[in-house]
């Protein structure tokens, strides 16, 4: 059995595994990773032998983290040879085990962008489409708000009439978003899930948006993962990010990323405590999310091109389209779903 785990910002541990009647019989871990002294990663593999395969990643790191007195461990740490062992167990796959296709229409309704986000989930799921990258184009500003919060808490609808801003709500978690026609960008994974077999959800957020950072710090950005779901600088946050796990194995992970953002819009829109603010570690409401645009200097469209260049260059893409029938499903989704005043107050 054979399972790789990168660490977000560090190195690629991979580990592999014989295993006989359920007990790990011999692990081989290995990676760019740095460590000392030589002989800890007989230690290491040596503690992973006659380990249960029904052990948990938290389990199996305690295991590992028991024989690490005077190691020193560079990029890697016992979480991440744990996880990389969870991967091996549940036959996990890797980035480059799959045909990735990349979606990049013209401009979209807030409210069919919902649909098509749970139209090609589902079509992932069921084997219709390869995984795929959509990156989105938005036709009017809108509030796109977690499938859990309650509407009257989090928008202003008198703001919110007054900015020509349409509230949708989306079928993942999370909390809301602000987003403005050429001032954001946003972006949606549909993977299989075994992409992400081994991984906690938490994991699973940087793990899915390990390759975005990257690219962010390509540009210049001291970018980094903040848990559970946000992407951020010493300037302030960039990007947060929400998923749903649907029904066939597959995971919707989307991404809405600032780019220039008018925050005094924002707040008229968004109703945004000081406790909120507080929380992600900014001073001033108007810097709550901070702007692409100025940490980079780049048009957004060149922002976009080096995010999907990055993505290419690692795992390969195939450009694609949207098809008369996706659209259509995605229309009908609308009607009964997503364009409905039900759906929209689902929690009031």
């Known amino acids: 059995m054979h399972g790789e785990f990168k660490v977000p910002g560090g190195k690629l541990v991979v580990v592999d595994l014989d295993v006989a009647d359920g007990v790990i019989v011999r692990a081989r871990v290995s990676g ?42 560079l990029g890697f740490s016992a979480d991440a040879v744990a996880i990389a062992v969870r991967r091996a167990l549940t036959g996990a796959t890797a980035w480059t085990d799959h045909d990735w296709h990349f979606l990049h229409e013209g401009p979209q309704s807030p409210r069919l962008q919902m649909a098509l986000d749970q ?16 990156v989105w184009e938005w036709a ?35 909390g809301a978003m602000f987003v403005e026609p050429g001032n954001t960008i946003t972006y949606s994974l549909y993977v299989p899930e075994s992409l992400v077999s081994g991984l906690s959800f938490v994991d699973s957020y940087a793990f899915l948006d390990e390759w975005v950072v990257a690219a962010l710090r390509d540009l ?13 600088s010493p300037a302030g946050k960039i990007a947060g990010a929400a998923q749903k796990r649907l029904a066939g194995g597959v995971v919707l992970h989307h991404v809405t990323m600032a780019y220039d953002i008018d925050a005094a819009k924002m707040l008229e829109v968004l109703r945004i405590g000081r406790e909120k603010l507080s929380d992600k570690g900014t001073k001033s409401a108007n810097k709550r999310v901070d702007p692409l645009r100025s940490q980079t200097g780049l048009a957004r469209t060149d922002v976009i091109a080096r995010m999907v260049g990055t993505f290419r260059s690692r ?20 009607e009964s779903k997503f364009g409905t005043e039900e759906w929209l107050t689902r929690v009031p």
Do not use: C, W
């Open 220 to 232: 210049g950005i001291e970018a980094t993962y903040q848990p559970i779901n946000d992407i951020t």
């Open 315 to 334: 795992y390969g893409l195939t450009d694609d389209t949207l098809d008369e029938k996706t659209l259509r499903l995605a229309e009908e989704l609308v």
């Open 119 to 134: 139209v090609l989930a589902e079509q992932v799921g069921a084997g219709e489409r390869p995984p795929t990258l959509r």
């Open 140 to 174: 009017s500003n809108a509030v796109i708000i977690g499938s859990f919060q309650s509407l009257r808490n989090e928008v202003d609808m008198d703001g919110a009439r007054r900015h020509d801003v349409n509230v949708v709500r989306r079928i993942s978690g999370g």
């Open 32 to 73: 760019d990773f740095f460590l000392e002294p030589d002989d800890a990663l007989e230690r290491i593999d040596a503690s992973l032998a006659g380990a249960p395969v029904t052990l948990s990643a938290a389990e199996l790191a305690a295991r590992v983290s028991a024989v690490l007195d005077g190691v020193v461990m």
